[in-house]
């Protein structure tokens, strides 16, 4: 019978491991990435909303920042949230009384 190596075997252990170790570690680094540039959006969003309110008190009206391209971004994504179709459950069946099932 041949002879098992310890330490073969748990070499060969860790090198399955760190391949796993690679993938995982690769998909913490994409998620913190992901939340980073969230975060970074997030930001944005209320210097663009600051920025907004500073306009209109300096005199510029909402029709005229529109018709400059500068609609308040706050209403268009309520617009764009308020048009998606929420999910409905599937219909479900039916049975009658007059069904010999």
Do not use: C, F, H
Request: net charge neutral; glycine share 2%; hydrophobic share 40%.
């Amino acid at each position: 019978m041949a002879t098992i190596s310890i330490e073969d075997t748990q070499e060969k252990a860790r090198q399955l491991l760190n391949s796993r170790i690679e993938s995982v570690t690769a998909l913490v680094q994409v998620r913190q990435r992901i939340a980073d540039l969230k975060e970074q959006l997030a930001e944005a969003e209320r210097e663009d909303k600051r920025a907004y309110v500073r306009a209109t008190r300096d005199g510029w009206s909402e029709e005229e920042l529109k018709k400059l391209g500068l609609e308040n971004a706050a209403v268009k994504r309520r617009k764009r949230a308020a048009v998606q179709p929420a999910k409905t459950a599937p219909a479900a069946t039916v049975e009658t009384a007059d069904d010999p099932a």
